[in-house]
């Protein structure tokens, strides 16, 4: 049974580029999402006697289009904290020229750099981040509990040293907020800095990088370091371990010692076959 496409042609959004409207269209992703919660409301009715069978148990979900892997290099995580502390050294330009940036970005991207170090120490999603709050912080036991997660199953993070500080030092002048992170011009919880850590980006000279992709790049990273993939897998709070495989590739240096066991066997067993 095939989808009906009319959904596809939804338009979400406008983009203007250059003066120019550009259509967003509902993603393949997107509908295929819809149609599990649509099939998984059907299976409770089927439950209840209240269907007889789940009209979308033979429809199949539209092919999705997989996006490039992207993880932060530790030199460009370093030119983000840069900028974010108002620091342009790293640049090829005149001093007079970074004397102006910091006039013009003084304290507007502050506020990410502790963002960042949360992201990409814990592997959490941007929306756990901008929803936590202090009581789900426990600094005696070193833990943060995350409620909103994308699953509905509560996680519990361990915080290493780096998130322990940055989270430290904001409860002492922070404490009084019930978000950790709060604009200070609302009171209020940030509900996206899109556009600041697309600026943030663009300075650090940080191409094509997603908030999303820091978790893949802390997930990157601990297996890189030869950490356990049912560890990662608990971190990153996935409900399968082929969602970990599929976020944490094997990095290319491990590929190459692979194939070079190979060589080695080959020749080994050539010398022994004399």
């Known amino acids: 049974m095939q989808i009906n496409l ?4 939804t338009v979400w959004h406008t983009k203007i580029d250059n003066g120019k409207e550009i259509p967003q269209y ?3 992703a997107t509908i295929n999402r819809e149609l599990n919660v649509l099939s998984k409301i059907f299976s409770i009715a089927v439950s209840n006697s209240m269907l007889r069978e789940n009209p979308l148990k033979h429809v199949k979900k539209l092919p999705v289009k997989n996006k490039i892997e992207r993880h932060l290099t530790p030199e460009e995580e370093l030119r983000m904290y840069k900028v974010c502390n108002n620091n342009f050294s790293f640049l090829d330009i005149t001093k007079e020229a970074q004397d102006k940036l910091k006039i013009k970005c003084a304290n507007k991207y502050s506020y990410l750099k502790p ?3 949360i992201a990409l120490n814990t592997g959490m999603r941007k929306s756990e981040i901008l929803n936590l709050t202090w009581d789900c912080i426990n600094f005696e036991t070193n833990e943060i509990t995350i409620l909103c997660t994308k699953n509905g199953k509560k996680n519990i993070i361990p915080m290493n040293h780096k998130v322990k500080t940055i989270l430290s030092e904001k409860y002492k002048s922070e404490y009084q907020n019930k978000f950790v992170f709060t604009n200070p011009e609302t009171a209020n919880k940030y509900v996206d800095f899109k556009k600041a850590f697309k600026t943030v980006c663009k300075l650090a000279n940080v191409d094509k990088l997603r ?5 893949h790049t802390a997930g990157t990273r601990m297996a890189s370091c030869n950490v ?4 990662v897998k608990e971190i990153l709070n996935h ?3 082929n969602t970990t495989m599929r976020y944490v590739h094997t990095m290319r240096e491990q590929k190459e010692e692979a194939l070079e066991i190979l060589s080695n066997y080959v020749y080994r067993e050539n010398i022994l076959g004399k």
């Open 6 to 9: 009319t959904r596809s042609k």
């Open 26 to 28: 509902v993603s393949a």
């Open 115 to 117: 963002i960042l170090i």
């Open 211 to 215: 908030f999303h992709d820091l978790r």
């Open 228 to 231: 356990p993939l049912p560890t």
């Open 239 to 241: 409900a399968s371990i």
